[in-house]
Structures are given as structure tokens and as C-alpha cells.
């Protein structure tokens, strides 16, 4: 094994984010590393060995190890691991380096048990360090406002869902499919990082707008105060400022800065909804997602685009406004919106 090899399977041992998706997996760690094999075919074989010695220590959730604890026997493999690639002479084959090194930190993890679960120290608080792994979700028509266990608060669009851990770890770490806003609590310390599809964002304090659904091949992050790093597509990072915006147009491209307005960007936050020169097909569809509803369409899609704004309005009332411009009839039957052309 190369010493780079070597390197980055010590670095996915330490890597908490790592031991978190051979742990617990979820759809969002499932894409993110999988995307981060796909970037150079060698990691996929590291991945896989890193992966057999963290589920070595699948005590350390059985019985909800401390996060201290299991730093320090991995530290303990890590050192010996290390020095069976740098002592010459005494380099084993690699497969017996990942079973002696999995073995290690086995016996390592049933010792520590021993001391830390069976003698008194059992009685203490270790249960308040518990990290619970929490998902808030959204539906079409619903929003939801989420205050995180450091204070930040973030308002989730419709569809959307946030996971993160409770209490953070050494970084604040949470996950975005959808759309969000967060207002962050600063602490210098502690950055803050929000991961969506192709785009990460990294602040320490500041509030801004990330919006990555699936279906959608941009993804953006718009920046209301403060400063704002951003990581993504073909390796490109950019920094933002207030009343500027992040955009990334697929995951091999590269982020683009521009301005932004507002209403159109963020106005969602505050019951505002801003059409311009929006095709009606995409009008129908954030009416969908706004308010829960679906439309039929029994002779065709209207024709043209629409321009118009609206605050905390009904949807009958944004009807009345696209039909009169785009000329079209509806019908709204409980979740069901039937278009007409006139």
C-alpha cells in the first residue's frame, strides 16, 4: 500500500462523518461517499478495509460508547498501524495489516467495556452523551421551523428534509435535501456545515438560503448576512457575500457567483411568492408544492409565461391572476386543480 493509501485509510478511521455512514447509513451519507469513491477508483478498495475495522467497534453503539473513548482506541490503532508501515523489515501483506488491526481494536473495545461499563463508573451521566440521529421532514403544502441543538434556526420549504446529529459533534453537521434557510448561531469553534446533493456550505456564523431538491438540475445557496464558503461541482469553491448567490448547474460543472433579488430567492420564507416571466408549466408546479394540490390538465398546458407577486395569498387567488393572463378556467375539487383553456 502506498504511503497516500496509507494516509487516507487513517484519515477515514478519524473521519467522524465516515464512521457515521458505516454506522448508521442514510440516503444522504450513501450519496455523499459514493460520490467520493466514484472520484478516484483507488478509494473504493481503502473504503472497504476502513469500513471492516470501524465495524470492529460495533460495541462502542451497543452499549453507547463515549466519544472519547473510542477516540482514543482508535488512536491506538492508528499508531499501531502506522508503525507496521513504517518500521522496515516488518511490513505484513495487507490483508493480515486490516485483520490484526480489526483484532486490536476489538480486544481494545471489550477492555475498555470492562472498565468504563461493569465498575462503578457505569452510574455516571455517559447516557447525557448519547448523540440521536434527528430527521425533520415536509410534505407538499408544509413548511416547518426547526431550532438545532446550538440555537441556529432554520425554516424547511415544502419537500424537503434536514437530518442532523443531537448534540453536534466537533462540527455542526447537518444534512439538506429540498430547501432551507438557516440563521446560525456563531460559534467560532464549532463551523457549520450544511451538505446537499453536489454543494457544501460552510460558515461560522450567518444566515442564508440553500435550496438542492432531486429533481432540479440547479442547486444554489443565497447569503443574507455575513460571509459563506462554498465547496462543490469539479472541485471549485467560492466565498460569498450578503446579496450573493452560489450556483452550480450539474456536479461537474463549476460554481458561478451572482446577485440575486430577494423576493424571488428567499421571499418564500416570508408567505411571498414571486412570479417572473415564470413559464406556467413551472407556475403549476410551485403551486403544487406550495399548497399541497395537483393539476389535471384534461386539454393541455396553457400557453405563455407569468409575471406577478403575491404575499400569504390563496391559490384561488393566484388562479384568478395566471387564468386572466394566460386565459384559462379552474376548478378546484378538494386537492384537485382542473385547468380549462378558454
Known sequence: MTNASNDTFLDLLQNEHFIKWVTQPSPESDHYWARWIEQDPGRGRIVAKAKNVIQATSYKHQYQMPEETYGTLLTSVV????????????????????????????????????????????????????????????????????????????????????????????????????????????????????????????????????????????????????????????????????????????PESAIKVANFHYDQVIGWKDGLMVFNNTPIAEVFERLEQWYGVSFELPNGMPEGAYTGRYQNASLEKILQGVGVTSRFAYKIEDKRVIITKN
Open 79 to 250: 499508531a499501531h498501524h502506522r508503525h507496521k508501515h513504517t518500521n522496515p523489515g516488518k511490513e505484513a501483506n495487507t490483508k493480515k495489516v486490516w485483520l490484526a488491526a480489526a483484532a486490536a481494536l476489538a480486544i481494545l473495545v471489550c477492555a475498555t467495556l470492562v472498565l468504563v461499563y461493569v465498575l462503578p463508573t457505569r452510574n455516571s451521566d455517559i447516557a447525557q452523551l448519547q448523540r440521536q440521529h434527528v430527521v425533520k421532514e415536509t410534505l407538499k403544502g408544509q413548511k416547518l421551523r426547526v431550532k438545532l441543538p446550538d440555537g441556529t434556526r432554520v425554516i424547511l420549504n415544502a419537500e424537503s428534509k434536514l437530518t442532523y446529529e443531537q448534540p453536534f459533534g466537533a462540527k455542526r453537521n447537518v444534512f439538506l435535501t429540498g430547501e432551507a434557510f438557516f440563521d446560525v448561531t456563531r460559534d467560532e469553534q464549532k463551523p457549520f456545515l450544511v451538505h446537499a446533493s453536489n454543494i457544501t456550505t460552510r460558515v461560522l456564523g450567518t444566515s442564508f438560503n440553500v435550496r438542492s431538491y432531486p429533481e432540479e438540475v440547479v442547486e444554489s445557496v443565497a447569503v443574507v448576512t455575513g460571509k459563506v464558503e462554498v465547496s462543490g461541482g469539479a472541485g471549485s469553491a467560492a466565498t460569498l457575500l450578503p446579496a450573493q448567490q452560489a450556483i452550480l448547474r450539474a
